[in-house]
C-alpha cells in the first residue's frame, strides 16, 4: 500500500525558511517522481517541485525557483522540500505526490492517472 505522509507546515514570517517532508513508502517500482503541489483557498493547485527516483532529474514550478530545494533519501524513505525567502503568497496546503512519471510531468498541476497524493500539510506565512 502506497503512504505518503507529510510534515514540517507550520506558521512562518515571510523572509523566514521551512522544511517540508514526505514519508513515501510502498511503491510498486523506482519509476515514480515524488514531489510537492500546493494550493491555496480560492486559487488553483500549483506545481511546486518533483524529483526522480534517481535523484537525477528535477523540476521547479516557475513561483518557487531559486527559493526551494527539493532532495531525496532513499535510505529513509523521504523527500524533503527546503524553502528559504518565504513570502506570503507561499501560503498554502502543501501536498506530497507520487507520480509514474520523470519529474518533467510535474508541470501539471492536475491530478494525473497513476497518482498518489498526500493528505496535505498547511503553511502559512505571515507579514
Known amino acids: 500500500e502506497v503512504q505518503l505522509v507529510e510534515s514540517g507546515g507550520g506558521l512562518v514570517q515571510a523572509g523566514a525558511s521551512l522544511r517540508l517532508s514526505c514519508a513515501a513508502s510502498?511503491?510498486?517500482?523506482?519509476?515514480?517522481?515524488i514531489g510537492w503541489f500546493r494550493q491555496a483557498p480560492g486559487k488553483e493547485r500549483e506545481s511546486v517541485s518533483c524529483i526522480s527516483f534517481d535523484d537525477q532529474s528535477v523540476f521547479y514550478g516557475d513561483s518557487v525557483k531559486g527559493r526551494v530545494s527539493i532532495s531525496r533519501d532513499n535510505a529513509n524513505y523521504t523527500v524533503h522540500l527546503q524553502m528559504s525567502s518565504l513570502r506570503v503568497e507561499d501560503t498554502a496546503v502543501y501536498f506530497c505526490?507520487?507520480?509514474?512519471?520523470?519529474?518533467?510531468?510535474?508541470?501539471?498541476?492536475?491530478?494525473?492517472?497513476?497518482?498518489?497524493w498526500g493528505q496535505g500539510t498547511q503553511v502559512t506565512v505571515s507579514s
Open positions: 510502498g511503491f510498486p517500482s523506482d519509476d515514480y517522481a
Open positions: 505526490v507520487a507520480r509514474p512519471a520523470p519529474p518533467s510531468a510535474c508541470v501539471h498541476s492536475r491530478i494525473q492517472p497513476g497518482d498518489y
